[in-house]
C-alpha cells in the first residue's frame, strides 16, 4: 500500500550561491526514513512542492513502479541489490557528468560500488544491517545464532515478526544453512524451501512497516529488524538486544536513484545535490539511526550513534553480506519459493 505525505514549499526565499528552483518534486520513498524538516528546508529553500509517497520493501517498489508509475516519480530509495535491478531493466536515467555539485562529497568506499559502479544513476543515502532484535524479558539465552528465527527454542515460537523483504529474509536463511546465495544447486534450493515452510510455522507474522511498533508494543518478542529501526525501538522503551549472529547477517546501502521519465527532472538532481551536503545527510542519520556515506558528516551527527549496540558488531560475529542479484531463470525459482512462503 502507498502511503501519501504532502510538505508544502513556504513563500519564494532569496538563496544566496545557488539557483532557485520552482515547481514540484515527487519521491518514493522507504517509511519513516526521512525527517519532515529536513524535506520542508528543501522546500522552503528552492520554493518546491515536494510529495512523498512511500514503501515497505525494495520488491513492492518494483512492483508498483512497473506496473504503472513510471513517470509519476522523480526519484525513488532502493537497496543496492534493487539499484541494479532496475539499471538491468533501464529504468533509471543517466546522471551527467559535473550534474551534481557535490559528488566529491561521497565517500571514496561508496563511490565505485558494484551495483552502480561510478555513482552514474544514484548517490548514497544511508547503509546498515539487517539482522533481528530480542526482547530480553521474553528470553534471556543466547541470541547470537539465527536459530532464532528459523530453528526457535520453545519460549519465542508464535512469537516472531519477519521483514516482509524477500531478499533479505532469503539471504538470511542462505547463511543460516552456509549455502551461497543465488544457489542453483537442487538440494541447496529443496532445503532452503523446506527451512523457510518449517520456520514460518514458529512466525506470527509478516510486518517491514510494523516492524519498530511490534517489538514497542511487545507484540512480538523477535523481530527480524534494521539496526537503525531496532535502536529507535531501544530508545522508545523496549527491553531489546539486536543480534550480530555468528552466522552472518545482511549488509546493505540505500539510494537515491534518477528514475527515467521523471516529470521533474531538474528538481530531482537538485534534491540529490542537496543531500549530498554533509549537514543534510546527517540530519537524516541522526533521525534514522543508520550511517550515511558522505565526507564532513560527523561533526553534525548525534554523540550516541558511535556507542549504540546496534551501530557496533560484536566480536566473534559472522561476516556481514550484501543481497546477491540472481539470473533471471534462478529468481524465478526463488520467487516460487517465496510466493509459497507468503501464500
Known sequence: MIMKTFFSAATLAL???????????????WFEYIPAELVEKFSTKYDVDVTVDTFDSNESMLASLKAGTMGSYDVAVPGDYMVEIMVGLGLLDTIAAGELTNINNIEEQWLNVPFDMGRKHSIPYQWGSTSFSVNRDAYSG???????????????KGKINVLDSQGEVMAMAALHLGIPQCSTDRDQLKSLDALLQSAKE????FGSDTAKEVLVSGDAAVGMIWNGYGARARAEG????????DQGYVV???????????PNRANAILFMDFLLEPENIAAVTNYAMYADGIKGSTPFLDAELASSPEHNPRAGSGAGVFVSVCDQATQEVYDQIWTRLRS
Do not use: C, R
Not at 543466547?142 to 519465542?156: A, C, G, S, V
Not at 514458529?202 to 507474522?205: E, F, L
Not at 546493505?252 to 521523471?262: F, I, S
Open 15 to 29: 538563496i544566496a550561491n545557488s539557483a532557485v528552483a520552482e515547481g514540484k518534486l515527487s519521491v518514493y520513498h
Open 142 to 156: 543466547n541470541i547470537n545464532t539465527t536459530d532464532i528465527i528459523f530453528n526457535p527454542p520453545e519460549q519465542l
Open 202 to 205: 514458529n512466525w506470527a507474522s
Open 238 to 245: 523496549a527491553n531489546i538486544e539486536y543480534s550480530y549472529p
Open 252 to 262: 546493505w546501502m540505500d539510494n537515491v536513484v534518477l528514475l527515467n521519465e521523471a
